[in-house]
């Protein structure tokens, strides 16, 4: 089952309005589509508000699967948000929430790397894959991404470690900060972020 290209988050919320309705209303009475949510509470509350306010966002607790299970069955999309530490450790979790998920038309998952999520693709989605959607954040971190990669470079270049560790102990440090001129940047890798972080250096750096 292939990838559609990325669909960010606040688009497809606006996008789901068009799924058929659910038992959440907005202000103004309108149903609001019914979204499960796979991750850290921490994370489902970093979703911005403006998003919150065009879908009705439920998150999945394994603990409690039971009591969920008409709320569930009313959700026509699922959004796994990868816990920290853990990219993609959700498999076993979003196969045992799948089969409760019968109007599931849409799944997105906010990490571009997806490998431990074969087992589940495999097993629940491919299947389905004429009636669901599969998206992941491919795009969606290109850009900062390629700055951190441009802030490295600089922070290694120019040392700054070392000029951090001489400030409290009030340290004259005197040494030879090198510079980027002439200079190869390496990039293993040119997908979405390999690009993003080679066009942030030959900016900064144009010749």
Not at 23 to 35: D, N
Not at 72 to 85: F, T, V
Not at 106 to 112: C, E, I, L, Q, T
Request: glycine residues 8%; aromatic residues 8%; proline residues 7%.
């Amino acid at each position: 089952m292939a990838f559609r290209p990325l669909i960010p988050l606040a688009i497809a919320a606006s996008s789901a309005a068009s799924f058929s309705s659910s038992s959440s209303s907005s202000a103004s009475g309108a149903a609001l589509p019914t979204i499960a949510v796979v991750g850290a509470e921490e994370s489902l509350r970093r979703i911005p508000s403006t998003t919150k306010s065009k879908v009705n966002l439920v998150r999945v607790d394994p603990a409690t699967l039971a009591a969920q299970s008409d709320t569930l069955a009313a959700a026509e999309g699922l959004l796994w948000i990868p816990d920290p530490g853990s990219p993609s450790a959700a498999s076993d979790t979003l196969k045992t929430v799948w089969p409760l998920l019968p109007r599931c038309r849409w799944v997105h998952s906010f990490a571009a790397g997806v490998d431990g999520l074969k087992p589940f693709i495999d097993a629940c989605l491919a299947p389905a894959s004429d009636r669901v959607t599969l998206t992941n954040g491919r795009g969606a971190f290109s850009s900062s991404l390629g700055e951190y990669a441009l802030a490295s470079i600089l922070y290694f270049n120019k040392q700054l470690a070392r000029c951090a560790a001489n400030r409290p102990a009030k340290k004259w440090d005197y040494f030879t900060m090198d510079v980027m001129a002439d200079k190869t940047v390496g990039l293993v890798g040119y997908g979405s972020i390999g690009q993003s972080a080679g066009k942030a250096v030959k900016g900064a750096f144009p010749t």
